[in-house]
């Protein structure tokens, strides 16, 4: 995986963020964690991560660098994200 986010959110209302592996529509969504959800495409293929309760997660880090760092353990388990 050369670059695993292309976009990543944060909706400061609700304390939500989002990180976008892929533009491929969701096909399917697992909830993985309390609060942490992947989105998949129709073949299977990780294109989003959603993160609920940021705040509480992140404490006083770098909301970019625990995304990050959150997709490549989440994705280390063998889904390739999707093109």
Not at 47 to 57: A, D, M, Q, W
């Amino acid at each position: 995986m050369n670059s695993l986010a292309r976009k990543t959110s944060y909706d400061e209302e609700v304390d939500a963020a989002y990180l976008t592996l892929s533009d491929a529509p969701v096909a399917e969504t697992e909830e993985v964690a309390v609060g942490i959800h992947i989105d998949y495409d129709a073949s299977s293929r990780p294109v989003g991560i959603e993160v609920l309760s940021v705040k509480r997660r992140l404490g006083d880090g770098d909301l970019a660098s625990y995304l990050r760092g959150l997709a490549e353990g989440l994705l280390a388990s063998g889904r390739q994200a999707a093109e």
